[in-house]
């Protein structure tokens, strides 16, 4: 008797513990750790542009894609001075997650000089 009690006393354990690791349902990669790095030392931009860039399709691949992951790319590509890029990663973001649309058709308008939300349905 008392082995069954420890063994239902184990898997009542560890049965907890994994409903204690956090479930995520988006496609994350590197991006933490990379971001990490980024804000730690700024010269290592690449490195969180590809690390971006391979979570990005990732997601794609699976439709997983995590919220802010393709703003965070986009404005990057802003600041390299590519809007066209920008711009394209900055819709897909906000077809994914409608609720990105009011910061992110600012960010395009004050990029671009011209009323994006007009344009946009």
């Not at 204690?20 to 980024?38: H, I, N, Q």
């Not at 931009?45 to 997601?59: D, M, N, Q």
Request: a neutral charge.
């Amino acid at each position: 008797m008392r082995c069954f009690e420890a063994v239902s006393c184990t898997l009542v354990a560890m049965l907890g513990l994994t409903q204690c690791a956090p479930a995520t349902r988006f496609s994350w990669g590197d991006y933490e750790s990379s971001l990490y790095l980024y804000y730690k030392s700024p010269s290592e931009r690449e490195v969180y542009k590809k690390a971006l860039t391979e979570a990005i399709e990732r997601g794609r691949q699976r439709n997983d894609i995590a919220p802010g992951l393709l703003a965070e790319l986009g404005y990057l590509y802003l600041e390299d001075g590519d809007m066209v890029r920008a711009t394209t990663l900055f819709r897909e973001e906000m077809q994914r997650f409608p609720e990105s649309r009011p910061f992110l058709t600012r960010i395009i308008d004050r990029s671009t000089g011209t009323p994006l939300a007009r344009g946009m349905s």
